[in-house]
């Protein structure tokens, strides 16, 4: 299974400021995915982010509150702006691998917004 | 309508006892694929088991495996010989192939095994 890491593993920000998570995997795949999930939820999709083309939003995520980059095949980072304390979650990446599509899933950013 | 649903949001299991957590979906996609995964408290998301809906058996792997009735449109996941690291939250998810590799998760059953 591939192996991702997420910098940075959590942090603890002021509202109105941004930050950036980064996304690296250790092989290359073709789509890249990126979940919040808020306390005591679920996870919920933001974004699916494919080299080379824009990231596709869900519902309710727009690009102007999550930036994402997919540079390469190995790397992603998704920025969240301007963020309010509504934003405090953990962000997690995923990648698609393994013979029956596995999802595998980053270890996770655990956000606080003060 | 919720595609993933996890009816327990919590539950007690005694150690080495087995345990099955309930999982039902809803899907028009003849073809696509669920997962359960755990999450102990750190946060991170760790992949347990996978059912495709065109396999003719249940998934297994080790004390994992998946009661898979398509049908009833349930994937209940069975854990057997339950032990005190078993304790998470446990999330059933599917991916439905016509609507892209993203998965939708249900929304969490917490295990915890007592000693």
């Known amino acids: 299974s591939a192996v991702i890491s997420q910098k940075p593993s959590r942090d603890i920000c002021q509202r109105g400021t941004s930050l950036t998570i980064q996304c690296q995997v250790d092989?290359?795949?073709?789509?890249m995915f990126w979940y919040r999930q808020q306390p005591g939820q679920s996870l919920t999709l933001i974004a699916t982010?494919?080299?080379?083309?824009?990231?596709?939003?869900e519902s309710g995520f727009v690009i102007d509150k999550f930036p994402i980059s997919r540079p390469n095949l190995t790397f992603s980072t998704l920025t969240v702006s301007n963020m309010s304390p509504e934003d405090s979650s953990i962000y997690l990446c995923s990648v698609d691998q393994g013979a029956m599509d596995e999802q595998f899933f980053g270890p996770g950013t655990r956000l606080t917004v003060l | 309508a919720q595609k993933i649903t996890q009816t327990q949001p919590g539950m007690f299991v005694q150690e080495k006892e087995a345990v099955t957590l309930d999982c039902t979906y809803d899907?028009?996609?003849?073809?696509?694929?669920l997962f359960w995964y755990k999450q102990p408290s750190s946060g991170e998301m760790i992949f347990l088991i996978y059912?495709?809906?065109?396999?003719?058996q249940n998934a297994t792997e080790g004390r994992y495996s998946l009661n898979f009735q398509k049908a009833r449109k349930s994937a209940n996941l069975v854990i057997s010989a339950s032990q005190l690291g078993d304790s998470a939250m446990y999330f059933c998810a599917m991916r439905e192939d016509n609507a892209g590799n993203m998965l939708t998760f249900g929304g969490g059953t917490r295990l915890m095994v007592k000693p």
């Open positions: 899907t028009s996609d003849p073809s696509y694929g």
């Open positions: 982010a494919n080299q080379g083309s824009e990231a596709t939003y």
């Open positions: 059912q495709g809906s065109y396999d003719q």
């Open positions: 092989s290359q795949v073709t789509m």
